[in-house]
């Protein structure tokens, strides 16, 4: 079947504009992961859904962070006010429920801030 | 806080050699994963091998093994016969046992394979 898709799979925006990343995961998995990929920081978890259940928003670093996720399924992160530290791939994960299940990855977005 | 290391930031090897990359990692907790996973150009992240905390006994996946020292708390992975396609990112990551898979991840080892 299909993996997890991600789009845009490169997005360049302007300082202070907002962008929305998406992400579709496997068919199936009920658990959805964020993770951020930068120079400065490498890879870094961002956000946590699990089913129905509030998520993990613990590692998002900053208020112009949000995400949302639709259905179970399809999931939105949202940065606004874009500033130039928020360049980095943005990589979408998801799993089966169970904490023992692998993580599958899609190839992600690159975001560059100019 | 639990810490992952990766102290080669570059490695590289003849093509059908076997090559070690390096892992440390820093936890409190008794029951954890290890991961390795790849990167190639794609982007996209690849679980290559996982080991399991309280299994004794090291993973291994075809070509790939790991050594695992917990006492040491030290997580290597062996690729042997190395091949072209080997050559990418490799991520070591930890997560907790029980819960999220909220990974945390070495800074990387860049591997080329040497025709």
């Known amino acids: 079947g299909a993996g997890v898709s991600q789009s845009p799979s490169n997005k360049v925006t302007e300082k202070g504009k907002d962008v929305e990343l998406r992400c579709d995961p496997i068919?199936?998995?009920?658990?959805l992961y964020w993770y951020r990929q930068s120079l400065g920081q490498g890879l870094e978890f961002l956000i946590y859904?699990?089913?129905?259940?509030?998520?993990?928003k613990s590692g998002l670093p900053s208020d112009r962070f949000s995400a949302e996720r639709t259905g179970g399924s399809v999931s939105t992160l949202t940065i606004q006010r874009t500033q130039q530290e928020d360049s980095a791939v943005y990589l979408c994960?998801?799993?089966?429920?169970?904490?023992?299940?692998?993580?599958?990855f899609g190839n992600g977005t690159r975001l560059t801030v100019t | 806080a639990q810490t992952v290391t990766q102290s080669q930031p570059e490695m590289s090897v003849q093509e059908a050699e076997t090559v070690t990359l390096s892992c440390t990692y820093d936890?409190?907790?008794?029951?954890?994963?290890l991961f390795w996973y790849k990167q190639p150009p794609s982007r996209q992240m690849i679980l290559v091998i996982r080991?399991?905390?309280?299994?004794?006994q090291n993973a291994t996946e075809n070509r790939f093994s790991v050594n695992f020292q917990k006492a040491a708390k030290s997580f290597s992975l062996k690729i042997s016969d190395s091949q072209l396609g080997d050559a990418a990112m490799y991520f070591c990551?930890?997560?907790?046992?029980?819960?999220?898979?909220?990974?945390?991840f070495g800074q990387g080892t860049r591997l080329t394979i040497n025709p």
């Open positions: 994960a998801s799993s089966f429920r169970h904490s023992n299940s692998p993580l599958h």
């Open positions: 068919s199936g998995h009920t658990a």
């Open positions: 859904f699990q089913g129905n259940s509030a998520p993990d």
């Open positions: 936890t409190s907790e008794s029951d954890y994963y």
């Open positions: 080991q399991e905390a309280y299994k004794q």
């Open positions: 990551a930890y997560s907790k046992f029980q819960g999220a898979q909220k990974l945390v």
